[in-house]
């Protein structure tokens, strides 16, 4: 079974940065990170291909970066300029697809997420 750990989460101030890191012990064609704040339902960040096109939310495009390392089996979501409103519950996710898709729906594997944090 495809197994997905988190990590890199914590609590800083707004507009500094971040960089989460997920261990895949299997990468497949579509993964992606999201996210899910307080009360609010679970949301699309950012996605890669294996061929390494990237799609991002309109709220993080510009400030956050996907990428993935296939000799590490790590996808990464460096976040930069953070806001308040990106607090939230972080999760890596990938797809057995061979398309790509920011809906909730599309994934297949979770990660258990790490916290995030913006302070203002």
């Known amino acids: 079974q495809v197994q997905l750990v988190e990590s890199g989460g914590g609590s800083v101030q707004t507009g500094g940065s971040l960089r989460l890191s997920c261990a895949v012990s299997e990468f497949t064609y579509c993964m992606a990170w999201f996210r899910q704040a307080p009360g609010k339902e679970r949301e699309g960040v950012a996605y890669i291909t294996s061929g390494g096109s990237t799609n991002y939310a309109i709220s993080v495009k510009g400030r956050f970066t996907i990428s993935r390392d296939s000799a590490k089996n790590t996808l990464y979501l460096q976040m930069n300029s953070l806001k308040p409103e990106d607090t939230a519950m972080y999760y890596c996710?990938?797809?057995?697809?061979?398309?790509?898709?920011?809906?909730?729906?599309?994934?297949?594997?979770w990660g258990k997420g790490t916290l995030v944090t913006i302070s203002s």
């Open positions: 996710a990938l797809s057995a697809r061979t398309w790509c898709s920011l809906d909730v729906s599309s994934m297949h594997n």
